[in-house]
């Protein structure tokens, strides 16, 4: 589609297709030969990054240490957060277009499939363990008895507004002290994910923060500071990727991003030509 625009509308833009590569079996690597193959059908180049380059684990790597109750969490907050506008961060660090926000996923499914476009459309083998889940189908059930639930969860959260009150607590964006990345505390929820896992405590940043630092105060030990410091300095060398903490959200907040999601086997990114 944006090939066809720029193309047709000669916007001069310089697109490339980013996939990012989990780690999980039987699930990424066969999104990524599609992916691959549009490669050559779209004249588009393909970068692709795994997490293993960035963090020095997998996916299912992970899975092995903490199980498959909170891996959804940590998947979601090495890949990027999530966000409700449809374009974020305007002059900031990196901003971010979702154009297919109020677009259903079937409704993108069909028309993959009438103009006979290669996708893959494979659920993640870890997806049937996420909690947000329960979240989605609580929205299809919403759906069920009133057919714009979907749209309206999306425009109440569009309309949420924060007190000036609310909006003074509230802590004010920095750099991670580790990584160097955008960050709403000291250190930035990846760092501290990836010092439990290289430290030996995966549950680590998991959870409630007292129990995180409880954790932290048992680790102690130079060798296992080192390999988290390592892990750090590989995150700010490879890619400039947003990494920002993930909160638990409340209910609507959770039901909005299920209804919100339209899948991700691949994004194009595009950059203005000079």
Request: proline fraction near 4%; hydrophobic fraction near 40%.
């Amino acid at each position: 589609m944006m090939t066809l625009l720029n193309e047709r509308h000669n916007y001069g833009l310089d697109l490339f297709l980013l996939s990012i590569d989990e780690g999980i079996a039987g699930y990424r690597d066969d999104s990524l030969e599609t992916v691959k193959r549009n490669e050559q059908t779209y004249g588009i180049p393909l970068k692709v990054l795994s997490y293993r380059e960035l963090y020095g684990w997998s996916m299912d790597e992970i899975v092995a240490q903490i199980g498959t109750k909170n891996n959804c969490t940590f998947c979601g907050v090495f890949r990027l957060s999530r966000c409700i506008n449809i374009v974020t961060g305007g002059e900031g660090p990196l901003p971010r277009v979702k154009p297919f926000k109020y677009t259903y996923e079937k409704e993108i499914v069909m028309y993959a499939y009438f103009k006979k476009l290669d996708y893959f459309s494979t659920e993640c083998v870890y997806a049937p363990f996420a909690a947000r889940g329960f979240a989605r189908d609580f929205v299809k059930d919403l759906e069920a008895a009133r057919p714009s639930a979907i749209m309206d969860l999306i425009h109440s959260a569009e309309s949420w507004t924060i007190s000036q009150g609310a909006q003074d607590q509230m802590p004010s964006p920095q750099s991670c002290q580790r990584c160097g990345f955008l960050s709403s505390q000291a250190l930035c929820k990846a760092c501290i994910l990836l010092e439990g896992l290289n430290s030996g405590l995966p549950m680590l940043g998991v959870g409630r923060k007292n129990q995180g630092n409880k954790d932290r105060g048992k680790r102690g030990g130079g060798a296992a500071a080192a390999a988290a410091a390592a892990g750090g300095q590989q995150l700010g060398g490879l890619i400039q990727l947003k990494l920002e903490e993930e909160e638990a959200a409340p209910p609507a907040a959770a039901a909005a991003a299920a209804a919100a999601d339209v899948g991700d086997v691949s994004a194009v990114c595009v950059s203005t030509g000079s």
